[in-house]
């Protein structure tokens, strides 16, 4: 092999290794599940028109969200705070601040705040477009 040929192989495994070396992103898996937090499975999504939605929710102290369904995949990051998930059949779910919630699809449920600050979430929603994000049950 000559030199130049050397010269170039040294050089470009120099870059990569700066490269990688310069890389310094942290990547943590906050869920990675196959089912809702009760356990139900999620099935193969057929989506035909896919529209994901990001919201900010804020719950203020002592305030409950009405009983409500979803019938599209949902996630809740809790940035802030402690809010606890009950279902109409009273099964009840406690998460605090940087914990992950994969919701309940179909399935009536209300969020309260039963921390002492307000409770920050970050709600990702996937489904067909036009579908409402939650269903509230009166």
Known sequence: MNKAIKLVITLGIMILCTTISVYSAEKNVLLKTTSTWD????????????????LKIIINVNEELPMHKHDLVNIAYVKKGTLTVIT???????????????????????????????????????????????????
């Open 39 to 54: 356990n139900a499975k999620y099935e193969k999504l057929k989506i035909k028109k896919p529209e994901v939605t990001v």
């Open 88 to 138: 109409d059949d009273n099964k009840a779910i406690t998460l605090h601040e940087g914990e992950v919630l994969p919701e309940l699809i179909g399935k009536y449920h209300y969020g309260k705040n039963t921390g002492n600050e307000p409770v920050e979430l970050i709600v990702f929603y996937i489904g067909e477009k036009g579908t409402p994000l939650s269903v509230n049950k009166f």
